[in-house]
Each structure stands twice: as C-alpha cells, then as structure tokens.
C-alpha cells in the first residue's frame, strides 16, 4: 500500500520521544510477532489486523481455504499474550444456545443456574461461521457488540479483552448462509487469507511435520509476553494517539468516495471510518509513535473496507475486484500533508 500514499514531511528537529505506554506498547508488538513467527509462518496481513483488531476492540473476518493454519495462529495468539482460546465449529444445526449457554436445572438445589458456553473466552475462532442460519450467527454478532449475553433477563459479562475471530472458505457455497452487509459491517476487519509462497510452504512443511503435540510446542518454544489485564490497559491507552484534524478529514472523503464510486452497489458505513481511524491509532502505536499519519491509514483501508461495499452486477460480470477498485479509489484521493 505504499505506493498509495507517502507520509508527510517530518521535521526531525522537532520530534521527541513517544510516551511510555506508546514505547511498551510497541516493544510488545515486536515481541508478540517475533514470538508467533516462531510456529506461525507468513501470513503477515492476517497477523497484522488481528494484532489491530484485538488492540483496538474489534473483530476480524478471515476469508481463506481450509488447511491455512487459521486454528494454528489462534491458538498461538493466545499463548503469546497469556489469554484464554475457544473454538467452534459452526454447522447447519448449531443453535443460538449452543454458542450462549443456557438454563441448566440443578437437581442439588432444584433451580436453574446459567452453563456458560463456549463464547465465554478470550480469543475465539468461529470456524466456518456462514454454515449456520442467521439466528445462530447474529447470537455471535451481539456478543461481538455489546460484550456480554443476556438470558432470562440477566446479562453475564464476557471476558476482557474479547476477539472473535470468524472464517469463511471463499470456494463452497453449498450448505452455506451469506452473511447479511449489516452483521458483516460489525467485524473491524477482513483479513484475506492465501496460499504461502514457496519459500514459507517449504518452512511449514519443516515445522510442522514431526507429529510434536502442538500443546507442548506451545509451552516449550513459546513465551508469553502479556496478559489480560495489560492488554486492557494498553487498549485504553492507545485511544490517546493523536488523529490530526486533516487526517480525519481524509479518512471521512475515503468512506464518503465508496457511496459514489461508479463499481460499487453499496459503499461503506460511517462504522468503516471509525474502524480505519481506531485502527490507525493502533497501527501509529505498534510503530512508537503517539500520532497517526496517512500511511497507517492506507494500510488498513482495504481491509476496513473490502467487506463493508458491494460491487454492482455489472462489475461483477467484468470480473472486477473489490482490492482493486478500493486501491483505485484511494489513488484519487487526495492525500494531506502537513
């Protein structure tokens, strides 16, 4: 995306050094990517946006063909930054409770008490997420929102921080509920998932071939360089990074441009701007600084936008492509410079 924009001249006489949570928030960002290289190979975008999405609130949406190692990174992510992983498995016949929990009687007391599901973790992967019917996925997309499940009346609070991760094979659409435009609007990010280049498949094939129980290569190669609660605590700070009131204006013509662009049916919603605006605070962090600058903002523009706009038919038929119709779309925009 470089080539998109250039960063805006900077005079060196002035800088000074970041804040310390931006410096510890950085040094955690390097060790978290160094520490998850180490059984997690390529993938960069993924790795990217979901250190992004998690640092910022949000959500990511994988789109990418089975056996990718999308469990893998997961299970890795929460490993390195000492939190709690889930996973489901979303088929055609999973209920809404099934993800929630439910009523359970205690025959001990005679009365109800809640069963947790298996939505109350830390990192979760939603496998598969469009083979379930709406009800069961929008169950999700409300804890997603709101942080928490309210059954009976009575709402249980979801643990902190919380990331979903969901997936989605591009390839079969048998058996499979497309995601509605305002439940996709929902995920900060859609990370697209690819098949490693020579050189990387060739890396994982050394890694990962040795049958080693991967709980215990987790545990011996592994360290854990965060918890819950710093995770927190730097989510707090990294809303603090400066958004200058230029780079804001940027961001708002970029997602208006999507509502006018002659290839697309539906441009993106104001949520796409304070995704792109959120994340460019994290991304600024992740870089030591305590000021975002267009370049973080070119960065995560496609994977802000590339699930909230839908392509007309007609584009569809030229066999246009949403990647390049945003890239071409942030070329005509005019970049601020300071």
């Known amino acids: 995306m470089s080539e998109i924009t250039s960063s805006p001249a900077v005079n060196t006489a002035s800088i000074v050094p970041a804040p310390a949570h931006v410096q510890s928030t950085r040094e955690l960002f390097e060790k978290a990517t160094q520490e998850i290289s180490k059984v997690f190979v390529g993938q960069d975008e993924l790795v990217l946006t979901s250190l992004v999405a998690l640092f910022s609130g949000g959500h990511v949406l994988i789109e990418g063909v089975p056996g990718l190692g999308k469990t893998l990174f997961v299970r ?25 929990g439910a009523p359970v009687l205690d025959l001990k007391t005679q009365d109800f008490r809640f069963r947790p599901g298996p939505v ?45 991760m969901a997936t989605q094979n591009p390839i079969e659409s048998d058996g499979t509920y497309s995601l509605p435009e305002a439940q996709l609007d929902r995920f900060m990010f859609k990370a697209m998932v690819s098949y490693p280049d020579e050189a990387e498949e060739a890396r994982v094939l050394e890694m990962h071939s ?10 011996e190669q592994v360290a854990v360089v965060s918890n819950a609660e710093q995770i927190s605590q730097m989510i707090k700070e990294n809303a603090k990074v400066r958004i200058d009131p230029k780079l804001l204006s940027y961001v708002n013509r970029i997602v208006r441009a999507t509502r006018n662009w002659p290839t697309f049916h539906m441009g993106a ?13 994290t991304l600024a962090a992740f870089r030591g600084r305590d000021f975002a600058v267009p370049d973080d903002v070119a960065e995560l523009a496609l994977p802000a936008l590339r699930h909230r706009v839908v392509m007309s038919a007609e584009a569809e038929v030229e066999g246009l492509k949403v990647d390049q119709e945003l890239t071409s779309l942030l070329r005509s925009i005019e970049v601020p410079r300071s």
């Open 210 to 219: 040795k049958q080693i129980d991967f709980s215990s290569l987790l545990e």
């Open 76 to 100: 890795t992510l929460g490993r390195v930054l000492g939190c709690k992983f889930g996973r489901i498995q979303f088929t055609a016949d999973l209920m809404p409770s099934d993800i929630t």
């Open 120 to 164: 109350f973790t830390q990192f979760l992967l939603a496998d598969e997420i469009n083979r379930s019917p709406a009800k069961t996925h929008a169950a999700l997309l409300e804890i997603m929102q709101e942080f928490r499940v309210t059954i009976d009346g009575v709402s249980h609070h979801v643990p902190r921080p919380f990331l979903v």
């Open 269 to 281: 919603s104001p949520r796409a701007g304070l995704s792109i605006i959120q994340g460019a605070r």
